[in-house]
């Protein structure tokens, strides 16, 4: 009994004395030190690799005689490990290893601080632009949103530690409500930017306008545009272009959807080319079809799924 | 023994030095065959112009000979000027099949270009013959893959 009671105890002072270190849900540094400190190589190293995961700026080290220091973000940090001294800043102070928290404080890091236990955000969202059609997520780090559509909102919910403006959002917690009557048609991931691309449901025009491809002077304002001519049973549309800086990716997304169920229907394959007769911004398609009957039932069926 | 030696030798500049590049064709049926070719100097754009207009046997290509004008990048952006004389009296099928020859071979191979645009005879223009629409940049992520669904 008292053997068990020694192990307990010992088991419990261990805990009570170790400092864990946690990038998001990774543990990334333990040790049995007292309070949240770390020797100078462990705590370089551990910089470096951070730096790394989030994608942030390279840090510089370097060393004068016994002093270490490291430079980054415009801070520097420093160690003179003779005589236990502690410059940030050219502030000094005495101390025989890293004070984690307060490092990480002046590199501007957001973290949590729970018992023995340090949280870095695993994802750091540096700014949330939103427009019409558009939300723009830009971000340091690994992506760690998800996003929910509820009706006439869309909630964006942390997946681990996502920081906003210094604060930590733990998994599961709300990071974000945007109210809007769209939906989420599609979300494009480029490094250190997630694009959700909003589509409105109902159609603004529901008009179909058919008209014979190569044959036609003069294009309707109004309608959904249906060119078509003889061919190998597929369809045509304009795909988006990097001049439009994304301003056209919701008409393409739409298009594409259409087309996509057209093509699906009717056994068509679907080809993603700039034809100039395709007007840009607009639901527009070519149809080359082995059988000029099926233009009716394809415009049946396109005015149905518009309904 | 020995002559293997050698033979390894001789043999290993050319794997240090050559770099491999793949070139879409088409079969019969237009679908893409991909085929890779080695190539160890520094115009690389040229050797591909030249190599798509030499189809391997077995397929076609739509990429004429003395196409390629000049080319040059602006950061990240690829600019080919074309030779018109050598597009004349192509068909829309040739035409686009044309486009999506090039721009897959290009996005193939030069990985940090996320754009092309083209340019005819040295002046923008707003159709590359009669159809295709060269007045705008064309994405990387349209020709990462080959853009006719059901034919990748």
């Not at chain 1, 294009?219 to 988006?240: A, K, M, N, T, V």
């Not at chain 2, 074309?82 to 829309?92: A, N, P």
Request: proline share 4%; with cysteine.
């Amino acid at each position: 009994m008292k053997r068990l009671l020694l192990f307990l105890l010992i088991i419990v002072s261990v805990k009570s004395f170790s400092f864990d270190l946690y990038v998001g849900k990774k543990l990334i540094y333990s040790s049995a030190d007292l309070e949240n400190i770390m020797s100078w190589s462990s705590f370089v190293s551990f910089m470096e690799n951070y730096a790394r995961m989030m994608g942030m700026d390279n840090l510089s080290t370097g060393e004068i005689g016994d002093f270490h220091y490291l430079v980054w973000r415009g801070h520097t940090v420093g160690y003179a490990m003779n005589s236990n001294v502690f410059v940030v800043d050219g502030v000094t102070t005495r101390s025989k290893a890293v004070p984690v928290d307060n490092i990480l404080s002046v590199f501007q890091l957001p973290f949590l601080r729970r018992e023995s236990e340090i949280v870095l955000a695993d994802m750091i969202i540096n700014k949330i632009i939103k427009t019409d059609d558009i939300i723009d997520i830009v971000y340091d780090g690994a992506n760690e949103l998800v996003f929910v559509q509820k009706q006439n909102q869309i909630e964006v919910v942390s997946n681990s530690f996502v920081a906003v403006n210094g604060y930590i959002y733990k998994p599961g917690e709300l990071v974000l409500v945007i109210q809007t009557d769209k939906k989420i048609d599609q979300k494009i991931e480029m490094p250190g930017l997630t694009r959700v691309v909003l589509i409105k449901e109902t159609f603004l025009n529901d008009k179909v306008v058919t008209l014979k491809f190569g044959e036609v002077s003069q294009i309707p304002e109004d309608g959904i545009l249906i060119f078509y001519s003889d061919g190998d049973d597929r369809i045509i549309i304009r795909p988006y272009s990097p001049d439009f800086e994304g301003s056209d990716w919701p008409v393409y997304a739409q298009n594409k959807r259409i087309a996509q169920q057209i093509a699906t229907r009717f056994g068509l394959k679907l080809e993603l080319c700039p034809l100039y007769s395709l007007p840009v911004g607009r639901i527009a398609m070519v149809l080359l079809l082995s059988d000029d009957t099926k233009i009716q039932k394809i415009e049946e069926y396109l005015k149905e799924l518009l309904r | 023994m020995r002559r293997q030696l050698l033979i390894f030798l001789v043999l290993l500049p050319v794997v240090i030095f050559c770099r491999n590049y793949v070139l879409f064709y088409l079969d019969q049926k237009l679908l893409p065959v991909s085929v890779t070719v080695s190539y160890d100097k520094d115009d690389a754009l040229n050797f591909l112009f030249d190599k798509l207009a030499e189809p391997v046997p077995g397929t076609v290509s739509f990429v004429p000979r003395n196409l390629l004008r000049a080319y040059f990048f602006v950061e990240k952006a690829l600019v080919i000027d074309l030779r018109s004389t050598v597009l004349v009296g192509i068909d829309f099928q040739q035409e686009r099949y044309l486009i999506h020859q090039l721009l897959r071979t290009v996005f193939e191979n030069f990985k940090a270009i996320d754009s092309v645009y083209i340019t005819v005879d040295g002046k923008r223009k707003d159709k590359l013959v009669n159809y295709v629409d060269v007045r705008y940049g064309f994405p990387k992520q349209i020709w990462s893959s080959w853009p006719i669904e059901g034919e990748r």
